[in-house]
Nanobody
């Protein structure tokens, strides 16, 4: 059974940084695409970033240039380095895993294309 667990959330001032971690208990981590999504109160879950099994990286428009996703296959872990944080980045951040292969980047931004989800970690950015 696949399990993903996020950590690293917290409270930070605007302009600050945080690094989220997501540990995945999967047999072949290198064959999974790992993504980050976020959900603010009253809003839909939003795509943040993904690191595909083929080492491609994709980002949501609102975080490009500020967030960096990376993966460590030796630790079965994916990271989300968040810099220049803004109050509008406040949300619960979710890690997700998918073993399905897609031919287009657009598919990786859809929540429905990820089968395994973590419980989420809260990130709060104060102004």
């Amino acid at each position: 059974q696949v399990r993903v667990v996020e950590s690293g959330g917290g409270l930070v001032q605007a302009g600050g940084s945080l690094r989220l971690s997501c540990a995945a208990s999967v047999r072949s981590f290198s064959t999974y695409t790992m993504g980050w999504f976020r959900q603010a109160p009253g809003k839909e879950r939003e795509f943040v970033a993904t690191a595909t099994w083929s080492r491609l990286l994709y980002y949501g428009d609102s975080v490009k240039g500020r967030f960096t996703i990376s993966r460590d296959s030796a630790k079965n872990t994916v990271y989300l380095q968040m810099n220049s944080l803004k109050p509008e980045d406040t949300a619960v951040y979710y890690c997700a895993a998918s073993s399905t292969l897609y031919s287009d980047s657009y598919s990786y931004s859809h929540t429905g294309n990820y089968a395994h989800w973590g419980q989420g970690t809260q990130v709060t950015v104060s102004s």
